[in-house]
């Protein structure tokens, strides 16, 4: 992947309310969305709504209980964007998919983005691949599309938490991301009735956090203005990245689970289309090329 210039690192602020009434996390993802852009090569809408989906992503991973969990969101709407995913895992990395990355329905009437047009109607659904458990599935209709909406409706409707999220991506004029952040805000069990209060009235200087991170402030400075007038301390800061954990070996496990005889079907088309006894995969995640061999695929098998 070209760097073609070196942003700070994403990072996470994770903290919580001195009265044990909410935890709050702060991203500043501009990191992770800009590399994201330059994997997929997205349009401006198409990256603001799987920015945005990867920004959750990589918050809600650090809320999962063990090393090699995992949360998967999954949107499926039916407008132009298609399948939307996104991979968090309990450090904070994240990986995106977006089916249709060249997305780009007109603009609002304000001149934002339309990143509801793109998404559509549809679902979204959520896996937690927790421990040696079965896997943790939830599903529920979009309410706007929006993404951060969705998946603060998701954690009230499917798990009964309360959770207050704001997500913004700015992208520049050469489409690179100008800036991209998020504030989530949950409630634990049996909170104080004074600081729900103030946190529902904190949440509405959180509607646009993107113009925060665009003004430069950091995350303390954000946290800051959710927590307003709420005691908080700080637990800790994340560096987190856009990290994709595909490799050689692993992609060719995915072909060999086709079984021998559907593979040997696929190195006969090649054959007869003219081309060498080989198949390529490519990860959609990253966008890498790996090409295997006949023998390499048939190997062991």
Partial sequence: MENSKRLPTSTILRGMTRDGSARILVINSRKIVDDMIKYHHTSPTASAALGRTVTAASMIGTMLPESKDTVTISISGDGEAGKIIAVGDYFG?????????????PKKPNGKLDVGAAVGN?????????????????????VSGEIAEDIATYFAKSE?????????????????????????????????DATVDL?????????NISRYFDKGLDNKAIADIAMRDIPYDIFDTLEVEYKCDCGRDRMKKKIQSLGKSEI??????????????????????CNTEYTYSESELLKQL
Avoid: H
Wanted: glycine share 8%; proline share 6%; charged share 20%.
């Fill in 93 to 105: 990395n994240v990986k995106g998919y977006i089916q249709n990355p060249l997305v780009s329905p």
């Fill in 122 to 142: 549809g679902t979204i659904s959520f896996v937690k691949s927790v421990g040696a458990n079965e896997p943790q599935i939830g599903t529920i209709e979009l």
């Fill in 160 to 192: 009964q938490v309360p959770t207050v999220l704001s997500l913004g991506v700015l992208i520049d004029k050469d489409y690179t991301c100008l800036a991209a952040g998020g504030v989530l805000v949950q409630l634990m069990p049996f909170p104080d």
């Fill in 199 to 207: 946190i529902e009235r904190n949440a509405a200087d959180l509607s």
């Fill in 264 to 285: 040997l079907n696929m190195l006969d088309e090649q054959q007869a289309e003219g081309k060498a006894r080989e198949l390529t995969a490519v990860c959609r995640f």
